[in-house]
């Protein structure tokens, strides 16, 4: 199994800018796909960014386009989601997740680990 650690989350004024990392000690991290979906309360959770195991292709939700960044850095076993310009709503758990390469990648069922999410939250 391989298991993700998100970091990063916090407290931040609309307008703000937060970096959230996920990172996994599995050697075999750079065989994967990741993304980072994220849930409000009483919302379905949902897709927010995706990048291929190479890192040449990246996707975003429509919400976030031109505000968030998905990088990843392999020889770190990280994944970072850059998030610029916050809403309120945004606020929401998020969550990164690990997919087989030539998987589909904007339903949360086309991921086969998760980390335990981490909270952001962005006042107004």
């Known amino acids: 199994q391989v298991q993700l650690v998100e970091s990063g989350g916090g407290l931040v004024q609309a307008g703000g800018s937060l970096r959230l990392s996920c990172a996994t000690p599995?050697?075999?991290?750079?065989?994967?796909?990741l993304g980072w979906f994220r849930q409000a309360p009483g919302m379905e959770r949902e897709f927010v960014a995706h990048i291929s195991w190479l890192g040449d292709y990246t996707y975003y939700a429509d919400s976030v386009k031109g505000r968030f960044i998905i990088t990843r850095n392999n020889a770190k076993n990280t994944v970072y989601l850059q998030m610029n310009s916050l809403k309120p709503e945004d606020t929401a758990v998020y969550y990164c997740?690990?997919?087989?390469?030539?998987?589909?990648?904007?339903?949360?069922?086309?991921?086969?680990?998760w980390g335990q999410g981490t909270q952001v939250t962005v006042s107004s």
């Open positions: 997740a690990a997919a087989p390469p030539n998987s589909a990648y904007s339903r949360a069922s086309d991921y086969d680990y």
């Open positions: 599995d050697r075999t991290f750079a065989n994967y796909a």
